[in-house]
Structure formats: C-alpha cells, structure tokens
C-alpha cells in the first residue's frame, strides 16, 4: 500500500512524500541520513503516511527497521512510549509499537499493544543500542487482534500478541511515528517503512526491495 526509504534531504520528514502532521510541533520529526529520528523529549511531531486499503480488507501488515540510540544505561523507568502505529483520524491507533525496559540484562526490549494506552506484551529478549532490527506488525481489523515480530524471517517465526479488543476493529489509514516524553527520552531511528494486505504484496516501480516480495522476507 506505501512504500517509503526516507531518501530525502535532512530536515523536516513533512514536505516529503505524504507525511503530514497530524498533532504536536510541525517540522521537529527529522529525517537524518536517509532515516526518521523519532525522539522522545522534547520534540512532539506525530506524522502520519496515508493508505487505501480495499474496503473488504481484514489484515494489515507494518514493517520497517529501527535502531536505538546509545544511551548511558539501560531504559528504565516506568513511562514506557510508543512510536509507532496503525492510525485512522488523529487519535485512533492500533498496533502500537514500544520501546520499554529490558528483561534480562539488556539495553531495552519492544512493547506491544493491539488497542490500549499501555503495552501489553512484551518482546522476550532483550535488544542492544545502535543495533538495527526488523519489526513486523499485523493488525486484523475484523477481529480486533494484533500481533508482533523482531527480525522474522517467516509468518510462523516467534511473535507476540496484544490483548485483543472487541470484534470488528476499526479501518485504518495511515501508519504513524509518533513523538513523546517517556522516562528515558530515547531517540529511534526509523527506515525502510512499508505497510501490506498481504504478506506477499507486489513492488511498484517506486519501492526498491528488489524481487523478493514477502513482509517476512
């Protein structure tokens, strides 16, 4: 459905493409070196990148590639952000992304959510600053459910689930990073963001992944 690799100028990711700002500060989520830098603290910009999906559409797939700053220590703190979603208008989101607390001795790990303000479900293994890893994420918008993986390289890789919501779900349309103030303040980087009907979707002449066509590639 959208395709995007960030190759634009630094500076303000809106202007770009179809992003467009749908609260906060306009102009303070950048892009630098081909990548959105997606930081929590001071800056708010949350930025949405519009779809169509058909209207019989049931399940819709995220995926891009992220790193987490350096940071001093580990995240901590109990003010665990999201910073990435499904939306549709300005304030539904579903499938929302996390960066929360280690587990076992780690930089950080990824929350994850179907509906709720909070994470309810957490990646089991901890993940390590300035190390870049794939997030792939489903929304099935007619049962209300979601689900995650870290660096899949198919559908029946280990995943995670959100507490699911009441059946149906609510269309999306758009994806969306999204800026805040969490315990830590960390800056993510973000690239390569596509979003899918179908776990095998086929590349328009604009989407650079070559041949291969899976979400799970």
Not at 51 to 75: N, Q, W
Not at 164 to 185: E, I, K, V
Request: hydrophobic fraction near 35%; avoid cysteine.
């Amino acid at each position: 459905l959208v395709f995007d690799d960030f190759s634009y100028p630094d500076g303000s990711l809106v202007g770009n493409g179809t992003w467009f700002t749908h609260s906060g500060t306009p102009g303070d989520l950048l892009v630098a070196n081909s990548q959105a830098v997606v930081q929590h603290g001071v800056p708010s910009e949350d930025v949405t990148l519009p779809f169509t999906a058909a209207s019989d559409a049931s399940k819709l797939y995220y995926r891009f590639d992220f790193s987490v700053d350096f940071e001093d220590a580990p995240i901590s703190g109990g003010d665990y952000e999201y910073f990435a979603h499904f939306i549709t208008g300005t304030s539904t989101f579903r499938a929302r992304t996390y960066i929360v607390a280690p587990t076992a001795g780690g930089d950080y790990t990824v929350g994850f959510s179907t509906t709720s303000g909070g994470h309810t479900a957490t990646w089991p293994t901890d993940l390590t600053y300035g190390v870049t890893y794939t997030v792939v994420a489903l929304f099935d918008q007619g049962a209300n459910t979601a689900q995650l993986w870290i660096d899949p390289t198919e559908e029946s890789s280990p995943s995670i689930t959100g507490v699911a919501g009441t059946p149906p779900g609510t269309p999306m349309a758009g994806f969306a990073l999204r800026q805040s103030s969490s315990s830590s303040d960390e800056t993510i980087r973000v690239d390569n963001v596509e979003v899918s009907e179908t776990v095998n979707p086929v590349a328009t002449e604009d989407q650079t992944w070559g041949s291969v066509k899976s979400i799970f590639r």
